[in-house]
């Protein structure tokens, strides 16, 4: 699952993927298979790759900005949501690499065995990948309580209207990217710079004083600081923040129900 989300970004794709292999260990003369785990690893990935052909295609017809779905309590994982956005601009075997070999620490020959290119194609790959993406990984990551209270504060002063408690904890870039998927409102695409998100907030605070917004918990969400809502349409959505420096640097809004179902 690990390895099959990080390709996709989806969880239902992912179990699907995960599925997939099972049905084919079920089939397979295991007298062939020397190692269990090399064996399960290079069918899910060569699984994803397939997958990630048709997955592009949908993407580029998809209603507003594409988020990966919400991974809840994935804190200790240095593959947060910015650099999974980053990985989204690869090609689908510079992913598989820097996946297979910066993340899952394997080696560039059994990454080649897996993804089926040579071993020196293979660091060619990662490598283009790291450059690519470089400014995506985290820098440092946030120590746990101190996340879980800026996440906190910031469910009480966007819902309260409190928008001068709000705007001390937003950077002067700030950015917010709500994927709604065309099924629920959210904007169709990025809200950038401090006067424009501040806008945003103000009207939601009003929307918010006659709909209410139930906090379920606050939680680390795809490595980030966020919390999950219940809203009045009787759906969630789930909120994370990038933090850089105590600054709330980026808002990841997902509103989108079908990445929300295994959330239920």
Request: charged residues 30%; proline residues 4%; hydrophobic residues 45%.
């Amino acid at each position: 699952m690990r390895v099959a989300y990080r390709m996709l970004g989806s969880v239902a794709d992912a179990e699907d993927m995960v599925q997939e292999a099972f049905i084919r260990w079920m089939k397979a003369d295991r007298s062939e298979v020397r190692e269990t785990e090399a064996f399960l690893r290079r069918t899910v990935t060569r699984l994803c790759l397939d997958q990630l052909k048709s997955a592009r295609r949908q993407r580029e017809t998809y209603v507003g900005p594409w988020l990966p779905d919400p991974v809840v309590e994935e804190q200790d994982d240095d593959v947060t949501l910015p650099l999974m956005l980053a990985l989204e601009r690869l090609s689908p075997l510079e992913r598989a690499a820097f996946l297979l070999h910066d993340v899952f620490g394997l080696g560039f020959d059994e990454v080649a065995a897996t993804i089926q290119r040579t071993p020196a194609t293979c660091r060619q790959l990662a490598g283009r990948a790291r450059n690519h993406i470089r400014e995506a990984r985290p820098r440092f990551q946030i120590e746990k309580q101190r996340g879980i209270a800026l996440a906190e504060a910031f469910f009480a002063a966007s819902r309260s209207g409190d928008m001068k408690a709000l705007g001390a904890m937003l950077a002067a870039d700030v950015s917010v990217h709500a994927d709604g998927g065309g099924k629920r409102p959210a904007a169709n695409k990025p809200i950038l710079g401090f006067d424009a998100v501040m806008r945003l907030h103000e009207s939601l605070a009003a929307h918010f004083r006659n709909h209410s917004s139930h906090l379920v918990r606050t939680r680390f969400i795809n490595g980030l600081p966020g919390f999950i809502t219940l809203e009045t349409d009787g759906e969630l959505s789930t909120t994370a923040l990038d933090i850089e420096d105590g600054k709330v640097v980026a808002i990841y809004l997902v509103r989108n129900p079908d990445k929300l179902r295994h959330l239920h």
